[in-house]
């Protein structure tokens, strides 16, 4: 089972992708900024990050930048989520494997998780 660690400190939207990434047979783990993003990765081994841009005690750009910087998650695709457009978010952040806007349509995230995760 591809674990999938959802990043993002909107309540309405972790619930959301737990549930659509969870009936398409994810194991999601939630974490609600950037620094327990950190925490979690470094006990868990996740086959794909979703990253929110814009959240507290440590953003998307931050956390992207902290997990780039360890050559073992060179390879590890990440989704950036924002409800900014891609241009604006791209000033900040970089090394992301896609770009989902907010609000999420359901297919799109199946879709570029299904273009990043190949599957067994």
Aim: hydrophobic share 50%; glycine share 8%.
């Amino acid at each position: 089972m591809k674990i999938i660690l959802v990043v993002d400190d909107e309540f309405g939207i972790t619930e959301a992708l737990g549930s659509l990434l969870g009936d398409e047979g994810y194991h999601v783990l939630i974490a609600v900024n950037g620094q327990q993003g950190l925490e979690k990765l470094a006990n868990l081994q996740p086959d794909l990050i979703m990253i929110d841009y814009m959240m507290p005690i440590m953003d998307g750009a931050k956390m992207l930048e902290a997990i780039r910087s360890q050559a073992k998650y060179e390879q590890l695709p990440i989704i950036l989520m924002s409800g900014v457009a891609e241009p604006t978010a791209r000033l900040h952040c970089n090394g992301y494997s896609a770009f989902l806007r907010k609000p999420l349509r359901a297919d799109a995230v199946l879709q570029t998780i299904a273009r990043l995760l190949p599957a067994d």
